[in-house]
């Protein structure tokens, strides 16, 4: 569970995924900065989109045992 919530990796991956980007070239203005990461995005969101996580059905049964967080993942549960 620990490794789910953990998101500094995440955030380092998509900082380093920005800098790929951005490093590549000049640009006119900061609109075209905007544009360039805004694809970027869109292009993680789709390599993400698909991801699994190792047990999350046993993860997400002890969450829900708690009173808080039950109500919030019902709220966004996809699986309800």
Avoid: C
């Amino acid at each position: 569970m620990r490794k789910l919530m953990y998101t500094t990796n995440t955030i380092e991956s998509v900082n380093s995924s920005f800098r790929k980007v951005t490093k590549k070239g000049t640009f006119p203005d900061e609109q075209s900065v905007l544009k360039v990461l805004y694809l970027r995005v869109l292009e993680l969101y789709d390599k993400w989109q698909d991801k699994s996580y190792k047990n999350w059905a046993i993860i997400r049964n002890q969450l829900l045992l708690v009173d808080d967080l039950a109500e919030r993942i019902e709220k966004h549960d996809k699986y309800d």
